[in-house]
């Protein structure tokens, strides 16, 4: 029977073990155990109760689109913060979106994807991980196009100010949210008797009373951050006066009531990014994208943030999501992030996974959810421990996937998971089985002979070259991807040395798959140094492979289309690279001029029509 530890773990879903780099089974301690359980609420005098054997169910499908049933379609990924235009305010918006729809129209694009648009921390602006949001149910107000909105009047001091905003090659997360902020605030004060009280026909009451508690809570989390950081203390909650950690205190109400009209304002800015991003949709189906937008979903929230702060009982915070050691971490991470919890995920007529993903699916012709593994288990890490201290919890996998068909249904939306990593055993199945697309990067789909050829691709997946945690492919065949690991200190220069070999054996396979598809005979592979010229074509030649692919939907990153140097994001940093922060080298009235971008959509045109 083993111990009553034993026992108690294996009833609410730990794993006794944990991959280790070298991709062995290692016991989870007693010690991690006991932590993770009273992370989920249980303690040592809990009984165990007999589990009741679930029979076996139909898997329920997805929904997909004809155009996927019948055909291949492609589309071009971005991060909407990247966008350099003439008019944004140092930062990519919702406006530029509509002209990256219509640019993406012009090359035969069928689908624009995006980062996560969650709302951040708007009194803390440079915590900017699209990935580490304060909520997943709202939108970022730093992507307002303001000079869109109604009631704007510009002038030659704020000009200035928006002329050096544009210039820099990163975000200014904190210039940008000063002024887009006191901006909206003046438009706020002086124009909402007049033009505040419908906005294409929708009533902005209509939006807060069906946003509801969750909506005003979130406001209400807006303005106590703003009045804690202007006294000193932390945007995030955790820092706060204990009177003020739970949203139904009796201060909490009293400053609700003082700052109403504040509480107010930050529900007109969910109302106006609602309003711009329910637009660009629009955009999209209007000029004909088979897809539309294709949007990203997080795998959590910030531990301090809105979300875990409004509905405290819907989240586990004794520990973190995080991922146990492997080759590339070989200490293991801990993101850092808030995860539903398990018993409460999926509950209730309107469960917190329900409302989660229906507030990017209200705006999307498809979603990705950001590491897929998690709908049957996640990796915790218990608060104060090491990441390698962690364990595997199970999630309750045929409920949330119940909940993204009936969901993917209401909004005519398809589901793509990111399948990527350690993953346990017959997920990939399950969600095929589901109608949930695969998600295949280029450079990850190699097996012992060599890269995988176009036809082995699964026709439910989407297939792409790179993504917001890799290089660009250029930059993948320079090493770059090896040389920042080793220069963050992420792995040992022993592993680094290893990884080197192997991008050596990399680089001859992909060349060999690349022009056996073309049935090219192979010739001189590009040097890891060569310049930008001689890597154009081995650049077009893997977007011909990729489109060639049996997948249904092929995602081309903007970045690989434009050539860009510096990474999105290094996955294990912090303080040592401005992940989030880079902007394209080039702006949106320039990408038609790029050559690059012609020949890669030509390709595309050729052959996924």
């Given at each position: 029977m083993g111990s009553h530890l034993d026992q108690l773990a294996r009833h609410h879903g730990i794993s006794p073990t944990r991959p280790s780099p070298d991709n062995v089974e290692v016991p989870v301690s007693d010690e991690t155990k006991w932590k993770v359980l009273a992370a989920l609420g249980v303690n040592q005098k809990s009984v165990v109760t007999v589990l009741k054997q679930q029979s076996s169910k139909t898997i329920p499908k997805s929904y997909l689109p004809k155009a996927l049933k019948q055909g291949r379609v492609w589309g071009i990924s971005l991060q909407l913060y990247e966008l350099r235009s003439k008019r944004n305010w140092g930062i990519g918006d919702f406006e530029d979106l509509a002209g990256m729809i219509r640019f993406g129209s012009s090359l035969g694009a069928d689908f624009i994807g995006l980062n996560p648009l969650h709302a951040p921390f708007l009194a803390d602006p440079d915590r900017c991980s699209p990935y580490e949001p304060s909520n997943r149910q709202m939108l970022s107000p730093l992507y307002i196009a303001v000079d869109k909105v109604a009631g704007f009047k510009n002038s030659p001091q704020l000009e200035r100010r928006l002329h050096s905003l544009r210039q820099t090659d990163l975000v200014d997360y904190v210039g940008v949210a000063e002024v887009k902020l006191a901006t909206l605030r003046e438009i706020w004060r002086s124009q909402k008797a007049s033009t505040i009280a419908t906005i294409d026909g929708e009533s902005?009451?209509?939006?807060?009373?069906?946003?509801?508690?969750?909506?005003?809570?979130?406001?209400?989390?807006?303005?106590?951050?703003?009045?804690?950081?202007?006294?000193?203390?932390?945007?995030?909650?955790?820092?706060?006066?204990?009177?003020?950690?739970?949203?139904?205190?009796?201060?909490?109400?009293?400053?609700?009531?003082?700052?109403?009209?504040?509480?107010?304002?930050?529900?007109?800015?969910?109302?106006?990014?609602?309003?711009?991003?329910?637009?660009?949709?629009?955009?999209?189906?209007?000029?004909?994208?088979?897809?539309?937008?294709?949007?990203?979903?997080?795998?959590?929230?910030?531990?301090?943030?809105?979300?875990?702060?409004?509905?405290?009982?819907?989240?586990?915070?004794?520990?973190?999501?995080?991922?146990?050691?492997?080759?590339?971490?070989?200490?293991?991470?801990?993101?850092?992030?808030?995860?539903?919890?398990?018993?409460?995920?999926?509950?209730?007529?309107?469960?917190?996974?329900?409302?989660?993903?229906?507030?990017?699916?209200?705006?999307?012709?498809?979603?990705?959810?950001?590491?897929?593994?998690?709908?049957?288990?996640?990796?915790?890490?218990?608060?104060?421990?090491?990441?390698?201290?962690?364990?595997?919890?199970?999630?309750?996998?045929?409920?949330?996937?119940?909940?993204?068909?009936?969901?993917?249904?209401?909004?005519?939306?398809?589901?793509?998971?990111?399948?990527?990593?350690?993953?346990?055993?017959?997920?990939?199945?399950?969600?095929?089985?589901?109608?949930?697309?695969?998600?295949?990067?280029?450079?990850?789909?190699?097996?012992?002979?060599?890269?995988?050829?176009?036809?082995?691709?699964?026709?439910?997946?989407?297939?792409?070259?790179?993504?917001?945690?890799?290089?660009?492919?250029?930059?993948?065949?320079?090493?770059?991807?090896?040389?920042?690991?080793?220069?963050?200190?992420?792995?040992?220069?022993?592993?680094s040395a290893e990884h080197v070999e192997e991008r050596r054996h990399e680089r001859e396979d992909l060349q060999h798959v690349l022009h056996e598809a073309e049935a090219e005979p192979p010739h001189r592979l590009p040097s890891p140094t060569a310049n930008d010229k001689k890597l154009k074509d081995l650049v077009v030649s893997a977007h011909r492979f990729i489109a060639k692919t049996a997948s249904a939907l092929v995602s081309v990153r903007l970045a690989d289309m434009t050539g860009e140097k510096h990474p999105t994001n290094i996955p294990g940093t912090s303080d040592s690279y401005p992940n989030w922060k880079p902007k394209l080298s080039v702006s949106c009235e320039e990408l038609n001029n790029l050559p690059l971008i012609r020949e890669i959509a030509d390709v595309m045109r050729q052959e996924r029509s």
């Open positions: 902005f009451n209509d939006f807060i009373q069906a946003g509801g508690d969750v909506l005003r809570r979130h406001a209400l989390f807006e303005s106590l951050s703003s009045f804690m950081v202007e006294h000193g203390i932390g945007a995030g909650w955790e820092a706060w006066p204990v009177e003020y950690r739970t949203p139904d205190g009796p201060e909490v109400a009293e400053f609700s009531q003082a700052r109403a009209d504040d509480i107010r304002f930050h529900m007109w800015l969910q109302w106006l990014a609602h309003r711009q991003l329910s637009k660009a949709a629009a955009g999209a189906h209007d000029a004909g994208l088979k897809i539309g937008l294709y949007l990203d979903l997080a795998v959590g929230e910030a531990m301090d943030g809105s979300a875990t702060w409004g509905e405290q009982d819907a989240y586990i915070s004794g520990a973190t999501i995080g991922s146990p050691p492997d080759p590339f971490a070989t200490e293991g991470q801990d993101w850092h992030l808030a995860a539903f919890h398990p018993y409460k995920i999926a509950s209730g007529k309107q469960s917190p996974y329900r409302r989660m993903v229906t507030a990017a699916m209200r705006y999307a012709g498809a979603v990705r959810i950001d590491h897929a593994a998690a709908l049957r288990r996640l990796y915790l890490v218990p608060r104060e421990s090491a990441p390698d201290s962690g364990a595997y919890v199970n999630y309750p996998q045929d409920k949330l996937l119940n909940i993204l068909a009936d969901a993917s249904a209401e909004f005519r939306c398809v589901v793509i998971g990111e399948d990527l990593g350690m993953l346990p055993e017959g997920l990939q199945e399950d969600l095929a089985e589901a109608q949930i697309l695969s998600y295949r990067i280029l450079s990850y789909e190699r097996e012992d002979d060599g890269f995988k050829p176009a036809n082995a691709y699964p026709r439910l997946s989407l297939a792409c070259i790179s993504t917001h945690d890799h290089q660009t492919l250029a930059g993948w065949w320079r090493g770059a991807d090896i040389k920042a690991r080793a220069d963050h200190g992420i792995v040992p220069p022993d592993v």
